[in-house]
């Protein structure tokens, strides 16, 4: 399969993605959010479920603060 059919394949998606915002790179997030939407869930404090998966992912801690505040966006 070439790009172009990949592309024109999911063009609706594409453009949905786009005008809210996101990037495609986004979905290797989502993992992360979940966790993290886990860890809360069972009355984690913030700081301490951010520091845990900073070490987890292997990213700093300002990342993760980063991802769960995009992820946690309403899209209109």
């Known amino acids: 399969m070439k790009v172009h059919e990949i592309l024109a394949f999911n ?3 594409l453009e949905k993605l786009y005008s809210a915002g996101l990037n495609t790179s986004d979905f290797l997030y989502v993992d992360l959010y979940n966790e993290y939407a886990r860890l809360k869930r069972d009355g984690l404090k913030k700081a301490y ?3 845990f ?3 987890q992912y292997s ?3 300002r990342k ?3 991802v769960i505040s ?3 966006q309403s899209i209109s």
């Open 53 to 55: 998966l900073s070490d």
């Open 49 to 51: 479920i951010v520091s």
């Open 11 to 13: 063009k609706e998606l």
């Open 70 to 72: 995009k992820l946690e």
């Open 64 to 66: 993760v603060y980063q």
């Open 59 to 61: 990213m700093s801690e």
